[in-house]
C-alpha cells in the first residue's frame, strides 16, 4: 500500500505543478496577450485551475469511485472558498467587499458549497435525472453574476478599461506569442491526461484492493487539487494592486467563482453521466 500512496503523491503532485507552472501561468499570458479584462481573465483561470478537477473526477467516475468524486468536488470548492478569503485578507483588500456585486459573487460561491452539503445530507442519488437541473443552474448562476457585474460595476468600468488598455499596450500584435501558447496548452493537455491516466489507476488500487474509504480520498483529492487556486488568487492581486485593488479581486473572485460553478456543475455532471454510463 505505502507504494501505491507514493504514487497517489506523485501523480496529484504532477498535476499540481504542470497546472500551476505552465497551464495557468499560459492563460494568463494568453489572456493578457488578448488584451482581455480582469474578469475574462478570472474566468479562465478558474477554467484552468479546474483542469485538476476535471480530470480527477472524469478518472474516479471510470473506476466506479462516485463517491470519491463528490467528496472531492465539495472539499475542493470549501477549500478554494478559504483560500479565496485568505488572499483577499492577507492583501488588505477587504474593502472591495463593499461592492454589491462582490457580494453577490460571494453569496454564489456559498452556495456553490451548501448545495452538495444538501445533496449528502438528504441523501439524494446523483444519477441522470439531476444533470438538468445542474445545467439551469450552472446557466442561472452565469447570469447572476454576468448581470451583477453589469450593475454594480458600472462606475468604474470605464477606469478599469482604460487602465488595462494602458499595462497591455506592449501586448498588441504578438500573433507569435499567442500561436506558441496555443501549443503550449494543447500539449499540456495531452500530459496532464496521461498522468490523470495513471492516477487513476491508483485511486483503483487504493480504493478497491487497501478498501480505503472514498470519502477519504475524495477529500485528499480536493485538498491537492485545490493548490492551483490558491497560486492565482494571490498572484491576481499582486498584479493588479500597484494601480487599482478592485481589479485583483475582480479576477481573483471570478477565477473563485468559475471555478466551484465548474467544479459542482459541469464536472460533477461529466462525473455523473460517466458513471451512470459505464
Not at 48 to 53: G, M
Not at 244 to 266: D, K, P, W, Y
Amino acid at each position: 500500500m505505502f507504494y501505491e500512496l507514493i504514487k497517489f503523491v506523485i501523480y496529484t503532485g504532477g498535476i499540481i505543478v504542470i497546472s500551476k507552472y505552465v497551464l495557468v501561468t499560459t492563460l494568463r499570458k494568453l489572456a493578457e496577450n488578448l488584451e482581455l479584462k480582469a474578469k475574462t481573465v478570472g474566468n479562465i483561470a478558474g477554467a484552468a485551475t479546474s483542469v485538476p478537477e476535471l480530470l480527477t473526477i472524469t478518472i474516479s467516475s471510470m473506476r466506479g469511485l462516485m463517491g470519491a468524486s463528490v467528496y472531492n468536488i465539495l472539499s475542493s470548492n470549501i477549500i478554494n472558498f478559504l483560500q479565496y478569503l485568505a488572499s483577499v485578507i492577507w492583501n488588505k483588500n477587504r474593502r472591495a467587499f463593499r461592492n454589491i456585486a462582490i457580494i453577490i459573487d460571494m453569496i454564489l460561491v456559498i452556495l456553490t458549497i451548501m448545495i452538495p452539503i444538501i445533496l449528502l445530507l438528504l441523501n439524494i442519488e446523483l444519477n441522470l435525472y439531476i444533470i438538468p437541473i445542474f445545467i439551469l443552474l450552472y446557466l442561472l448562476f452565469i447570469y447572476i453574476n454576468n448581470n451583477a457585474h453589469n450593475l454594480y460595476l458600472q462606475d468604474e468600468k470605464q477606469r478599469l478599461e482604460k487602465e488595462i488598455e494602458e499595462e497591455q499596450k506592449e501586448e498588441k500584435g504578438k500573433t507569435r506569442k499567442t500561436i506558441l501558447y496555443i501549443v503550449i496548452l494543447i500539449s499540456t493537455s495531452i500530459v496532464l491526461f496521461v498522468i490523470g491516466d495513471l492516477l487513476g489507476e491508483t485511486i483503483e488500487i487504493l480504493a478497491n484492493h487497501f478498501e480505503i474509504s472514498q470519502t477519504i480520498i475524495g477529500i485528499l483529492l480536493g485538498i491537492t487539487t485545490s493548490i492551483p487556486e490558491l497560486i492565482t488568487f494571490f498572484e491576481s492581486q499582486k498584479h493588479y494592486n500597484k494601480n487599482n485593488e478592485i481589479l485583483g479581486v475582480v479576477e481573483a473572485t471570478n477565477n473563485l467563482l468559475t471555478s466551484n460553478l465548474l467544479n459542482l456543475f459541469i464536472i460533477q455532471t461529466i462525473g455523473i453521466a460517466i458513471f451512470s454510463i459505464i
